[in-house]
Nanobody, 130 residues
Framework: QVQVMESGGGLVQAGGSLTLSCTVS????????MGWFRQRPGMEREGISC????????EYSDSVKGRFTISRDNALNTLYLQMNSLKPDDTAMYYC???????????????????????WGQGTQVTVSS
């Protein structure tokens, strides 16, 4: 299994932007579809975005679509999440993790569901003030 380390969180005003990073070690990063998850206060952890292992396929939850952009740099073993137009409702602990992959027509796609074989990282806190 891989190890992940999230960074880049902080305190930002509503309407602001942040970029989160996730550095992965212990495995072949390019082979994994990767995703971002978050856990808002009092709520279950939810998948918000993922990037497939090949084919550059991405998925977003409705809550972040159009505001957040996921990307990856396989040479640096790093996953990113550019977050724009932040809202107080985005306040959460953010995590990255490998996600479930499926194949169709020889192309990989990702699901907003964690791959169970890997542990969660420590996460990075994002707080959006109103």
């Amino acid at each position: 299994q891989v190890q992940v380390m999230e960074s880049g969180g902080g305190l930002v005003q509503a309407g602001g932007s942040l970029t989160l990073s996730c550095t992965v070690s212990g495995g072949r990063f390019s082979a994994y579809s990767m995703g971002w998850f978050r856990q808002r206060p009092g709520m279950e952890r939810e998948g918000i975005s993922c990037f497939s292992s090949s084919g550059n396929r991405t998925e977003y939850s409705d809550s972040v679509k159009g505001r957040f952009t996921i990307s990856r740099d396989n040479a640096l073993n790093t996953l990113y999440l550019q977050m724009n137009s932040l809202k107080p409702d985005d306040t959460a602990m953010y995590y990255c993790k490998p996600v479930q992959t499926y194949w169709r027509g020889g192309v990989s796609y990702c699901r907003l569901l964690p791959a169970s074989a890997h542990d969660w990282g420590q996460g990075t806190q994002v707080t959006v003030s109103s």
